[in-house]
């Protein structure tokens, strides 16, 4: 669960309706639907050349979802902008060289984070976090989080037909790295985010460490082995969806990742966004076979009260920069063969609202995290400008970098699968050097 599915179930969720409505629905697909999807190659899989031999020197991908629009430039500010502080009376973050108690963190001479960010400064100066702004979908202008959300993860807009998400057309794709995988891609949620669907052996699980049929634990191992002799005799995708999910509960039950200890004295958040990152982590070096993991952070529809300084978008970008951070001290700097990338649906209006707050936009801003990503640096593939003439109907900055292109070039280059036109129908990505 979300951090905004927390705020929901505790009375105190924020955003648009749309959005709250969209938080609610999102998990009501069952695991065994989203399960009996993954795990057989469905017809379109023939077109795709299947090397025959197992890989295990490609990249773990860990895609996390920032759900509910991120306020792009109140993450990443751009503090030499003169129509930043215009624009945003009430709700901007003081310049790196002022003498505010709050004021950003410069990242190089033209953009800085506030210091609700500065969890992720490690990773930056260790050079592998890499900052994109100005980024969203090229293709497509709607504001709504439902459509610009299915979009995002499915790789392509406005496309019925597509029901599959580009990371689970990724593992379609690929040979696993484990001759015999249990596991190949995680969802960590109660319904599997769009982004895995179609993987084979990928499952949604909320929390891996207490994975289980349920009922009492004194009939368990019978009631296990009733189903599994019960589900052999069916017929796929309903026996291989029920056999996986028997097989998965087995294996996380023998991993024990309730006493994983993270290395380098690591302490991650007590939030579900930090645990679920510190689960992935454990199941990445429990060296199961895992080869992609999704995960979700919400509270980001920041239509009031927004405050980046002290506010609700103060606590959204320290939760999301301290687990991040967590994860690279844990993982990625101990030379983990992991890539994580960080996006959000669109961004927010340039210009505050009457509520404090900021409405739906367009360019956002997207993190890419590994030791294969050429990170230290803020890349933008042409910053748009914030004059009156430069925004997007006079309201938004303009996207100049779209997602799919670095999504594209990490595929390709750190999950090593070049059937790019199969994962991205539609779209010939432009690569620009974001991995080394």
């Known amino acids: 669960m979300s951090r905004h599915d927390d705020d929901l179930a505790h009375g105190t969720a924020h955003g648009c309706s749309e959005y709250l409505d969209?938080?609610?629905?999102?998990?009501?697909?069952?695991?065994?639907?989203?399960?009996?999807?993954?795990?057989?190659?469905?017809?379109?899989?023939?077109?795709?050349?299947?090397a025959n031999h197992y890989s295990s020197t490609r990249d773990v991908m860990v895609s996390v979802f920032l759900r509910g629009g991120v306020d792009g430039l109140a993450m990443v500010i751009p503090h030499t902008e003169a129509r930043y502080y215009q624009l945003r009376p009430t709700i901007r973050t003081p310049a790196p060289d002022s003498m505010a108690a709050n004021r950003a963190i410069a990242l190089d001479d033209f953009f800085a984070i506030p210091p609700a960010m500065q969890g992720l400064l490690p990773a930056y100066q260790a050079q592998d976090l890499l900052v994109m702004h100005a980024v969203g979908q090229r293709t497509n202008s709607s504001r709504s989080h439902f459509d610009a959300q299915r979009f995002m993860e499915v790789?392509?807009?406005?496309?019925?037909?597509?029901?599959?998400?580009?990371?689970?057309?990724?593992?379609?794709?690929?040979?696993?790295?484990?001759?015999?995988?249990?596991?190949?891609?995680?969802?960590?949620s109660s319904g599997l985010q769009k982004t895995l669907v179609g993987g084979p052996q990928t499952l949604p699980i909320a929390d891996p460490a207490n994975y289980s049929i349920g009922g009492s634990s004194s009939t368990r191992a019978a009631r296990t082995a009733v189903l599994a002799a019960n589900y052999a005799q069916s017929v796929d995708p309903l026996r291989a969806s029920a056999l996986d999910a028997l097989a998965t509960i087995d294996l996380l039950a023998s991993l024990n990742l309730g006493a994983y200890t993270p290395a380098n004295g690591v302490t991650y958040p007590n939030t579900s966004f930090g645990r679920g990152l510190r689960a992935i982590a454990a199941l990445i070096k429990s060296d199961i076979g895992l080869e992609a993991a999704a995960i979700d952070l919400g509270g980001w529809d920041t239509h009031a009260s927004q405050d980046p300084n002290n506010g609700q978008m103060a606590q959204s970008m320290a939760q999301f920069a301290q687990a991040m951070g967590a994860f690279w001290a844990d993982v990625i700097a101990t030379s983990y063969p992991v890539t994580t990338v960080a996006v959000s649906e669109f961004g927010r209006n340039a210009r505050e609202n009457g509520s404090a707050g900021t409405d739906h936009g367009r360019a956002t801003v997207m993190f890419a995290m590994g030791r294969g990503i050429a990170g230290g640096r803020v890349f933008t593939a042409g910053w748009p400008g914030m004059a009156p003439e430069q925004l997007e109907r006079q309201l938004d900055l303009r996207v100049t970098l779209d997602y799919r292109d670095v999504l594209a070039e990490i595929v390709q280059r750190r999950l090593e699968n070049s059937n790019l036109d199969f994962v991205f129908p539609g779209w010939t990505p432009t690569f620009h050097g974001v991995t080394r």
């Open 155 to 188: 790789g392509k807009p406005a496309d019925p037909e597509l029901t599959t998400g580009w990371l689970g057309r990724h593992l379609a794709s690929v040979p696993p790295v484990h001759a015999s995988p249990v596991l190949r891609g995680l969802g960590l």
């Open 22 to 50: 969209l938080s609610r629905r999102r998990f009501l697909a069952t695991s065994a639907t989203m399960s009996a999807a993954a795990v057989v190659f469905p017809d379109w899989l023939p077109r795709i050349t299947l």
